[in-house]
C-alpha cells in the first residue's frame, strides 16, 4: 500500500471496510524499516504492540464494534509520554532504562480509542536543548530534507507524520515545541488551551508553561486527535472542569464573517521572517479575506517583551525540577540541555515572581486585544528548516520566540503548512484563537488548507522509498 | 554584545548555583550571560505595587 492517508480518510476506509487496520499499519511498519535508519523519528518502534494493536482493531470492525474515528489508526508517542512496560527515556541519559509501570492519561486515552501504538518518538532532552548529537540517541531528521533540522521539541512526531510512519503523533509544547516542527516539517500542529488536555503521566519541563497536543498531517486530523485527548483530569491539578465541544462538528463551515487580526509587528519587525514565510503569511491573510473574513492588523507588546516573560518563567521552573541531576550529575546531560538549564540557577526568585506579574500583564493585553479578534495571524517559525549542523546553541535566546507568546498566556495556537520556500522546505503560519475556542481556530485552519493545495504533496524521501 | 558584569563576579555567581561547572563551562555560560540579562531586566520593569496579585491559589485543592 504507497498511498499515504490522512485519519479522516483511513477513518472513513476502515468504518466502511474498505481498508484493512492490519495492511494500514503494516505499510506503516515497512516505510519505518525503510526510512527510519535516515530519519531517526523513532527512539523505540514497538512494530509487535502496533501489530496486535491492529489486529485488535479489526476483529472489532469487523464484528461491528469500532471504538470511533481513530480505531485502527498507527499513531506514536513522543518520548515523554509514559507508557505502562515501555521505556520512556524524555531523550536523556539519565532515563535510558526507566519503563513506567503506567500510561499516561493521554496515552490510556488513545488506547481506549482504538488506535494503533507504533511506538515511542524522538524528541529533544527532556523536551529542551537540541538538536543534540551526545545522547544515546541521534536526532531527527527533517524527511523533506535530512541535512536540515525538524525543530523541536516534538522533532520525532513531526518526522514521522511527515514521512508517513504514522497518521498522527503526540507533542508538548512549552515554548512551541509543537508548532515547531509542525511548521518545519510541513504538517498541522495545535497546542490547545492551558488545562484543555492533561499532562499527567507526561514527564514535566514547566508546570505553567508545558501543553500537551496533537500533530497531524491535516488541522481535521488535529481535530480528531484532540477530541480523544481533551478533558478533565484529576490527576493534572491544571486541568479544566469543562464540557468538550465537537471539534469537527462546524470544522468546514468556513471563516466567513470571522474577525482576523494581523500581528504584523511579531514577524516584520521583532523577528523578521524569510522571504516565503512572509510571502505565505501575506498569502493566507489574502485567502482569508477572499473567504469572506473581516482581517485588520492588532497590536500587541512587541515580542521580546512575551519571550523574556516566558523564558525567565520557564528555566526558573525546569530548573527546579532538574536541579537535583544538575548538581550531581550535570555531565550525563547533552551539553545543550545542560548548558541552557544552568541559566536557570542564576536566576533570583524576585525575578521569577516579576515575570510572574508581567505574565499577568500581558495575558490582559492579549484578553482586551483579542476582544475584537475572533483568530490571530502570525509566523510560527521564521523561517525555512536550517541544517542540523547549524543551529546555535543559543538558538532560543538569540531572537525572541514567535511561539512563546501563547504559553506564556495559555491561548490555543496552532501552526499550518503555507506551502514551500528555499530549498523547497515548508514554511508556515501561526494561527491563535480565544481560550478553549479551539473549534473556531479548526474552522480557520481547515478553511485555509482547503483553499491550498500543499497537503497533496509528501516529502521527496517518502515518494522515492515508497516506489 | 558582553556581559554587564566581570568573569570574575560571574564566577561567583556561577558557584553560589552549586553546580559542578568547568572553566570551559563557565566561559561558554558567561559569554551568553548578557542575553540572560537582558531577559531579567525585561521583567523587572517598574510596575505598582498593587499591580496583579499573581501568586493566587486555590484552597480547595481538587
New interface residues.
Given amino acids: 500500500m504507497d498511498e499515504f492517508l490522512t485519519i479522516a480518510a483511513a477513518s472513513k476506509l476502515i468504518a466502511d471496510k474498505k481498508l484493512s487496520p492490519v495492511e494500514l499499519t503494516q505499510a506503516c511498519i515497512e516505510r519505518v524499516k525503510q526510512q527510519d535508519a535516515t530519519l531517526h523519528a523513532f527512539i523505540l518502534p514497538t512494530p509487535e504492540r502496533a501489530m496486535a494493536d491492529a489486529r485488535a482493531a479489526e476483529a472489532r470492525i469487523m464484528a461491528g464494534q469500532s471504538r470511533g474515528a481513530l480505531d485502527g489508526i498507527p499513531i506514536g508517542h513522543k518520548d515523554i509520554y509514559n507508557t505502562a512496560g515501555i521505556r520512556t527515556t524524555g531523550h536523556s541519559r539519565l532515563l535510558e532504562h526507566n519503563v513506567p509501570d503506567r500510561d499516561a492519561t493521554v496515552v490510556r486515552k488513545w488506547a481506549e480509542a482504538g488506535t494503533v501504538m507504533m511506538g515511542k518518538l524522538s524528541t529533544h532532552e527532556f523536551a529542551m536543548g537540541g538538536p543534540s548529537f551526545d545522547l544515546p540517541w541521534p536526532p531527527a531528521r527533517n524527511p523533506w530534507n535530512p541535512e536540515h533540522f525538524t525543530a523541536g521539541s516534538s522533532s520525532g512526531t513531526g518526522a514521522a507524520v511527515a514521512a508517513g510512519f504514522i497518521l498522527g503523533g503526540t507533542g508538548s509544547d512549552t515554548g512551541g515545541s509543537i508548532r515547531g516542527p509542525a511548521a518545519l516539517c510541513g504538517i498541522a500542529g495545535i497546542k490547545p488551551t492551558y488545562g484543555l488536555v492533561s499532562r499527567a503521566g507526561v514527564l514535566p519541563l514547566s508546570f505553567s508553561m508545558d501543553h500537551a497536543g496533537p500533530m497531524a498531517w491535516t488541522v481535521e486530523d488535529c481535530a480528531l486527535l484532540l477530541q480523544s485527548m481533551a478533558g478533565h483530569d484529576?490527576a493534572d491539578?491544571a486541568s479544566a472542569?469543562r464540557s468538550l465541544p465537537n471539534f469537527t462538528a462546524d470544522i468546514a463551515k468556513g471563516v466567513k464573517g470571522l474577525r482576523i487580526g494581523v500581528v504584523r509587528h511579531f514577524f516584520e519587525t521583532d523577528n523578521p521572517v524569510s522571504p516565503a514565510t512572509l510571502q505565505g503569511i501575506n498569502h493566507a491573510v489574502d485567502v482569508f479575506e477572499h473567504l469572506g473574513a473581516d482581517v485588520r492588523d492588532a497590536t500587541l507588546s512587541p515580542l521580546?517583551?512575551y519571550?523574556?516573560?516566558g523564558?525567565?518563567i520557564l528555566t526558573s521552573e525546569a530548573y527546579a525540577i532538574h536541579e537535583p541531576w544538575?548538581?550531581t550529575r550535570?555531565?550525563d546531560y547533552g551539553e545543550l540541555f545542560r548548558?541552557r538549564m544552568?541559566?536557570g540557577?542564576?536566576?533570583r526568585a524576585?525575578?521569577y515572581?516579576?515575570?510572574?506579574?508581567?505574565?499577568?500583564?500581558l495575558c490582559e493585553e492579549l484578553k482586551t486585544a483579542m476582544a475584537g479578534f475572533d483568530i490571530l495571524v502570525s509566523a510560527s517559525q521564521a523561517a525555512e528548516a536550517p541544517l542540523i549542523t547549524e543551529v546555535p546553541?543559543?538558538a532560543t535566546?538569540?531572537k525572541p520566540s514567535l511561539t512563546m507568546p501563547f504559553n506564556l498566556t495559555g491561548y490555543p495556537a496552532m501552526s499550518v503548512c503555507s506551502g514551500f520556500g528555499a530549498g523547497d522546505l515548508p514554511i508556515c503560519v501561526q494561527l491563535i484563537a480565544k481560550p478553549f475556542d479551539e473549534s473556531t481556530l479548526f474552522k480557520a485552519g481547515h478553511a485555509y488548507e482547503t483553499a491550498m493545495s500543499t497537503r497533496e504533496r509528501r516529502p521527496t524521501l517518502a515518494l522515492q522509498e515508497a516506489v | 554584545m558582553k556581559p554587564s558584569i566581570s568573569e570574575a563576579e560571574f564566577d561567583l555567581l556561577a558557584a553560589q548555583t552549586g553546580l559542578p561547572l568547568n572553566a570551559a563551562q563557565k566561559r561558554t555560560l558567561y559569554d551568553a550571560y548578557w542575553m540572560l540579562e537582558g531577559m531579567i531586566e525585561r521583567v523587572n520593569q517598574p510596575m505598582p505595587l498593587d499591580r496583579e496579585p499573581a501568586h493566587t491559589f486555590n484552597p480547595e485543592v481538587r
Wanted: hydrophobic fraction near 45%.
Fill in positions: 484529576a491539578p472542569d521580546a517583551e519571550h523574556a516573560c523564558s525567565i544538575l548538581k550535570f555531565n548548558d544552568a541559566f540557577g542564576f536566576i524576585t525575578d515572581v516579576q515575570a510572574l506579574r508581567r505574565r499577568r500583564t546553541k543559543w535566546m538569540e
